[in-house]
Structures are given as structure tokens and as C-alpha cells.
């Protein structure tokens, strides 16, 4: 029987699974549903043979399901086979979940029990949870922060046996965020269209993600620092002209994380290329535009820009506007950081 643990990886949880080192409960929850699929897919993969998989794997549903069907499947007997599997997908949706804690108390030893609660963690209150973590393996999802999720790409991709190259890959970071789901689905999309290639460039992202090289989230950051500001303006137009294409919320996000790494720049006072890598948790082929950008806007002005950038999500949210366009709320915006 797997050791609990309060604390596990995905990669360790998988590994044990592979010695036969089993769990009768795993209970996999969090913010981060990528984690969460990528271990339940296993359970529902790995585990079994095909032909077990017939009579021994039973797949739920927190929707359609109640906590009794869930313990009556797990107080099944296997068939012809040591272990059954019953996985709960989408155990978020549970209502009163804390009624599994008769059987948590006494699992049945043959019984495989994984619960997939995903996009949030589970209250650290419930009985249930504390005993799952005490006895068996509990697993916590937690989203990928902003600055890690560049090198998160590249390490993937190297998984795949292909490099990404810096333009194409921060083209994924501004255009996706951290919904790694969405990452990796696109990351899979061009390397079904670029078999046998070493790398992945912003030519292939443009082509198959249908993220524009020349009008796009990072292309107006890179304006802005450096003060291009007749690109920025063509830019932010190009947005206004594509709305359903270019919500403003990721664009206000992403200019945010840009001066906030710059403020966080000039607090330290160390201007090296190294360090602002570091800093502001970026390939270091980026470094230069960072430091240009240092040189635009002083720590004053990024502490007000970053205000403006609060007051216009606010606006975009209709706090303190009423029937202003996101493109018109963009150009105006630019036009206050121009203007500095």
C-alpha cells in the first residue's frame, strides 16, 4: 500500500502506481486542472489490462452521481482480476462528498478510489480530506505562476524531443496565459503539422495557433518599451477592429505583469541582463528589450502606469464607465502612457 504523504508530485504519485505501490484512495484536487487530467487519464489508462478494464473499471461523474452509487461501486469485488478501478471525474461536483468518510474510514483493500475535484481546492475542514491526506495520497494542483510558465513550455516541448524557439514561445504565454490545458493542446496542434522538425517558431504559432507575429500582446508590450508608440497605436487599433479575437482582459494582464517586472527591476537597482532574467522570470534572449524598456519609464512611472492599468480594468468591468468599447478603453489608455 502507498505511504500517505501530505505532500506528493504527480511524477512521484506515477511512479509508484508503476512499482505497484497503490493507493485504495487518492483524492486529487486543486485550481490546476492539467495535473489533474494528466493523473486520472493514467489511472485510466495504465492501471488495468484491456481486458480487466471490462468488468473492473467504473467511471463517475460528479453531476450524474451521489455519494451512495460511488460507495457501492467501491464495495464491489473485482472480477477474474486483483484490483478494480472507480474513478470520479469531476468530483467537484459532489453534493454532501463528506458522506464518503464511512468508507474512507474502511476502504476496501481491492478497490482503486481516485476523486478528480478540479478548478479548486477543497475546504481543509473536511473530515474526509484530513483522513484521505493522514492515511492515503491526496494531490494538489496548483496553477503555474506567470514567470515560470516560459521555461514550463520549453521543458514540455523538450519532452516531445523539439526545442521552441523565445519569440514563438512567449507568442503562447501572452496569447494562452497559464491555462496549461489550452497550452498544451495548441503545443500538440503544431507538432501534429510540423512532423520531423527541429523547432517550433513564431511562423508555425502564427500558422496554426492563428496568433498574428505583427498584432499581438507582446508585440505592444515590445512598442511600449521602447516607445514605438505609432506601433503601439497600430497594434491596439488592430484590437479594436478584432474584438472577439483580443479580449481586453488578457491584454490589461499581461501590460500589468510587464511594468510590474519592471518596477520590481528598479527596485533592485541591479540593471544586468542576468539579473533582470532572474527578476522578471524570462529567457535571457529577452533581457535587452526589459532593460530598454527600464530606460523608457522610470520607477515613478511604472507605479502610475500600473495605477492606470487597475482604473481601466475597473472601466472594462463597467466600474466608473458605462458603453465604452475595450478597443476604445485600450486606445485611451496607450494614449496616457504615451503622454508620460
Not at 115 to 124: A, E, N, Q, R, V
Amino acid at each position: 500500500m502507498a505511504k500517505a504523504t501530505k505532500e506528493l508530485g504527480l511524477n512521484d504519485i506515477i511512479k509508484r502506481l508503476k512499482s505497484n505501490d497503490v493507493s485504495p484512495i487518492y483524492f486529487l484536487h486543486g485550481e490546476e486542472p492539467y495535473y489533474i487530467d494528466v493523473l486520472s487519464n493514467y489511472f485510466e489508462n495504465n492501471l488495468l489490462t484491456e481486458t480487466e478494464k471490462s468488468f473492473n473499471q467504473t467511471i463517475l461523474y460528479g453531476k450524474e452521481a451521489d455519494v451512495y452509487a460511488i460507495i457501492n461501486a467501491a464495495r464491489r469485488y473485482p472480477m477474474m482480476a486483483e484490483k478494480q478501478l472507480v474513478l470520479v471525474k469531476e468530483a467537484q461536483n459532489l453534493k454532501e462528498i463528506d458522506k464518503l468518510l464511512p468508507y474512507v474510514e474502511n476502504p476496501l483493500p481491492s478497490t482503486i478510489l481516485v476523486l478528480c475535484y478540479k478548478h479548486k481546492k477543497m475546504d481543509g475542514r473536511s473530515k474526509t480530506l484530513k483522513l484521505i491526506k493522514e492515511k492515503y495520497v491526496v494531490f494538489e494542483s496548483t496553477p503555474i505562476p506567470d514567470y515560470k510558465l516560459q521555461a514550463w513550455i520549453e521543458n514540455y516541448c523538450k519532452t516531445k524531443k523539439i526545442a521552441i524557439d523565445p519569440l514563438a514561445c512567449s507568442m503562447l504565454t501572452d496569447f494562452l496565459g497559464n491555462d496549461l490545458s489550452k497550452v498544451v493542446n495548441e503545443i500538440e496542434k503544431v507538432l501534429i503539422n510540423i512532423k520531423d522538425q527541429q523547432v517550433i517558431t513564431a511562423q508555425h504559432i502564427e500558422k496554426y495557433v492563428g496568433v498574428s507575429r505583427e498584432f499581438n500582446t507582446f508585440e505592444l508590450q515590445n512598442a511600449l518599451g521602447v516607445g514605438n508608440f505609432f506601433k503601439a497605436q497600430k497594434i491596439v487599433q488592430y484590437f479594436a477592429s478584432n474584438p472577439k479575437e483580443n479580449s481586453i482582459i488578457p491584454v490589461l494582464s499581461s501590460l500589468y505583469n510587464f511594468y510590474g517586472k519592471l518596477l520590481a527591476i528598479h527596485y533592485s537597482k541591479n540593471y544586468s541582463e542576468q539579473n533582470i532574467a532572474a527578476i522578471a522570470g524570462i529567457n535571457p534572449y529577452f533581457a535587452k528589450d526589459y532593460s530598454k524598456a527600464c530606460n523608457t519609464y522610470s520607477l515613478e512611472k511604472c507605479v502610475r502606469i500600473i495605477g492606470y492599468i487597475h482604473t481601466f480594468d475597473l472601466k472594462s468591468k463597467g466600474i466608473g464607465s458605462t458603453d465604452v468599447s475595450d478597443g476604445s478603453l485600450l486606445k485611451e489608455l496607450v494614449f496616457m502612457i504615451m503622454k508620460m
